[in-house]
């Protein structure tokens, strides 16, 4: 019995947290505007909350992609090369992968006056 009396004790000595209203993401939007956030309260936890909802939508509209891609000049025979390093790699992919398709099955065609067999 008496044993169960301290476990009762034990228990009441917690303090409970103070209540934190939890906002979701709806209550960060701001109807209208896609590039900006609303922060519902002044506590330190919603504005972090608002700051991370607003990168997420920054990520998302490829704005933030766009801002560092401008961040700097890039000349023309610059882009010219990197388009064709690009395509080089592609066609070499492609090549190979044909290459590996048509070494296990090969096939021949053969043209006749009804057409290709």
Do not use: C
Request: aromatic letters at 10%; a positive charge; glycine letters at 2%.
């Amino acid at each position: 019995m008496q044993e169960q009396h301290n476990k009762k004790d034990f228990k009441k000595d917690f303090n409970k947290k103070p209540f934190r209203k939890k906002h979701n993401r709806a209550d960060f939007y701001i109807p209208g505007n896609p590039d900006g956030v609303r922060v519902p309260d002044d506590e330190f936890f919603t504005l972090e909350k608002a700051l991370k909802y607003l990168k997420r939508q920054l990520k998302d509209s490829d704005k933030l992609l766009l801002a560092k891609e401008r961040s700097r000049y890039i000349k023309p025979t610059e882009k010219r090369k990197k388009k064709m390093e690009k395509a080089r790699a592609m066609q070499q992919r492609h090549d190979m992968m044909e290459k590996r398709n048509t070494k296990n099955y090969p096939s021949w065609l053969i043209m006749t006056t009804k057409g290709a067999q």
